[in-house]
C-alpha cells in the first residue's frame, strides 16, 4: 500500500563491524537502534536476506500492545500477576523506544497512532472471556473500559459485536511504514545491506566472519535476530515451533458504507480468534481480518493454504459486516512466527560474543522489539532491567520429535481454533 522504496545495495566485498546485526525486523533493527543510542561511535552493520517491511515485521496487524498477552494461552494472561505486571513493564519499554522515534519523526496516526485498543466478544463465550480478562486487568490494576452491545457497535459501525474490553496503552502502526522509517533512522556508521543473507559465520581468531553471498563481514559480536531461521545455522534445533499466521485485506471502500468510527482496531476475545481493523486511508477505508493459524516446520507456505484462510477470512468478513457484502479483498498473506513450547524467547549468548534475539512467540511488535534492545544491551555488557528480566527467562524447552510434534501441533492449533468458533 506504500509507495515502493529503493532497497540499500547489497554487501559485496568484505567490511569490518564492531557488531553484526543479522535480520532487519522489530528485533534487529531495535537492537541497532539500542546499539546507537548507547555508543554512537560502534560500527554496526545490519545484514536483511530480503527487503525491509517485506516480511513478517511489514506485514501484521499493527498492533504493539502493552497488556499480557499470549497468542497460545487460553486468557492472554499464561501468568501470575506479578509475571503478567513483569511483562508489562518489558513492553512499555518497547514502546518507549517506539514512541520516541514517532516523535523524531513526527508520524501522524496514519503510521503511529497511541490509540488503545478493543477485545470484541461475537457471543456468550467471548462475552465470558471479556468479563474474565476485565478481572485480570483489575488484579494488575490496569485502566480499561467496558463496553455493551450497543456502546461497541457505535465504534466499529457493525452490530455484531455483543460486548468488548478497551485498553489504552496498545499503538496501532501502519507496520511497514513504521519499520521503513525505523531502518532510515541510523546515523552514518550503522550500514543496512538488504538482499544480503548471512549464510554462515564462523570464528576467526579473536572474532566472527559472518559470510554472505557476495561478501563477509569481519566483527567482534553478532546479534541474531531472524527469529525461526536461526534453524538455518543449526541453532535452536527442536526448539522452535514454526507456526503462520495469515490475513486479508478489502479493497478501499466509501467511508459511509460503515458508519462507527473510521479507525480502530480490535483483538478477540480469545486469543486464537480473529483480529479485525478499520483502516482509514485517503482513498477510502479498508477493513484487515487476521486470522488462522498452521504449523509448518518448513518454514513455507503454500499458496493454497493462504486460498483456504482466505476462504476462512472472507466468511469472517461477511459475518461481521454485512453492510459492506461485494467488497473483494484486495491483498491476501501469510507470514512466520517462531514460538516455544514454553512461550519463552530464545534469548541470550549462545557463543561468545554471539546474542540471540529470537522466538517471538506470536507478539512480535512489542516482545522482539524488547528482545533486541535486551540484546543490545547484553552485547555491550550491561546489566539492566530487562537484560536480567531476559537471562531470567528458563531455556526453549525441547520439542518432541517427528511425527509427534507435526501431530500434536497441528491438533493443538485446530483445538484452539475451534474452541474460539465464531471468535
Ligand atoms: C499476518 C500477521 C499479523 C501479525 N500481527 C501482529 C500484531 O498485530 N502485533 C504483533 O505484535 N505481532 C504480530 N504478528 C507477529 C509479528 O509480525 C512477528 O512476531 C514479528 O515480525 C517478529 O519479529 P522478528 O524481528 O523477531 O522477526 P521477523 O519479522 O521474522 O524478522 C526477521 C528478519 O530476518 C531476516 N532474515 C532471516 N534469515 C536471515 C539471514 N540468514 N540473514 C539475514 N537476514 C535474515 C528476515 O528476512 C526478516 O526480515 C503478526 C504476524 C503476521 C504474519
Known amino acids: 500500500m506504500l509507495p515502493p522504496r529503493t532497497p540499500r545495495p547489497p554487501l559485496s566485498g568484505t567490511v569490518n563491524a564492531d557488531i553484526a546485526v543479522i535480520g532487519g525486523g522489530f528485533a534487529g533493527l531495535s537492537a541497532a537502534r539500542r546499539l546507537s543510542q548507547l555508543d554512537a561511535s560502534l560500527k554496526v552493520v545490519i545484514l536483511e536476506a530480503g527487503e525491509i517491511a517485506e516480511g513478517a515485521t511489514g506485514r501484521n496487524s499493527g498492533f504493539i500492545i502493552d497488556l499480557p498477552h499470549e497468542v497460545s494461552s487460553e486468557d492472554y494472561g499464561g501468568s501470575d500477576t506479578s509475571e503478567r505486571q513483569h511483562d508489562i513493564k518489558v513492553h512499555r519499554i518497547a514502546i518507549a523506544l517506539a514512541q520516541a522515534l514517532a516523535n523524531e519523526k513526527g508520524w501522524g496516526k496514519d503510521i503511529f497512532d497511541p490509540c488503545g485498543k478493543y477485545n470484541v466478544a461475537l457471543g456468550l463465550q467471548g462475552d465470558k472471556h471479556v468479563a474474565s480478562y476485565a478481572k485480570q486487568l483489575d488484579k494488575v490494576k490496569e485502566p480499561y473500559k467496558l463496553l455493551d452491545a450497543r456502546e461497541i457497535a457505535a465504534v466499529t459501525g457493525t452490530e455484531s459485536f455483543t460486548s468488548a474490553i478497551f485498553t489504552p496503552g496498545t499503538v496501532i502502526i501502519q507496520p511497514a511504514a513504521y519499520i521503513r522509517g525505523l531502518a532510515d533512522s541510523f546515523h552514518d556508521r550503522v550500514k543496512l545491506y538488504e538482499n544480503t543473507p548471512a549464510l554462515s559465520f564462523e570464528r576467526q581468531g579473536a572474532s566472527w566472519l559472518v559470510k554472505t553471498p557476495k561478501g563477509a563481514v569481519s566483527t567482534a559480536k553478532i546479534i541474531l535476530a531472524n527469529n525461526g531461521q536461526a534453524q538455518s545455522f543449526g541453532l535452536f534445533q527442536g526448539q522452535l515451533l514454526h507456526v503462520y499466521t495469515y490475513a486479508s485485506m478489502t479493497e478501499a471502500f466509501e467511508p459511509q458504507r460503515l458508519g462507527g468510527q473510521r479507525s480502530w482496531a480490535a483483538t478477540p476475545a480469545f486469543p486464537m480468534g480473529t483480529t479485525v481493523r478499520r483502516v482509514e486511508g485517503a ?33 469472517k468478513f461477511e459475518a461481521r459486516f454485512p453492510m459492506l457484502k461485494g467488497i473483494p479483498m484486495e491483498y491476501r498473506w501469510a507470514g512466520a512466527m517462531a514460538l516455544t513450547w514454553n512461550g519463552v524467547p530464545a534469548f541470550g549468548e549462545i557463543e561468545p560474543g554471539v546474542f540471540a534475539a529470537i522466538a517471538c512467540n506470536g507478539v512480535g511488535a512489542t516482545k522482539a522489539t524488547a528482545s533486541g534492545i535486551a540484546a543490545a544491551e547484553a552485547a555491550l555488557g550491561q546489566d539492566s532491567w530487562l537484560v536480567q528480566v531476559f537471562r531470567g527467562f528458563a531455556a526453549p524447552k525441547r520439542l518432541p520429535p517427528q511425527p509427534f510434534l507435526t501431530i500434536g501441533a497441528t491438533a493443538n492449533l485446530s483445538m484452539k481454533e475451534w474452541s474460539a468458533g465464531a471468535e
Open 283 to 315: 482513498n477510502g477505508d479498508r477493513i484487515l481480518i487476521r486470522s488462522r493459524y498452521t504449523y509448518n516446520p518448513r518454514m513455507q507456505v503454500s499458496k493454497n493454504a493462504i486460498a483456504r484462510a482466505g476462504r476462512v477470512h472472507d466468511r
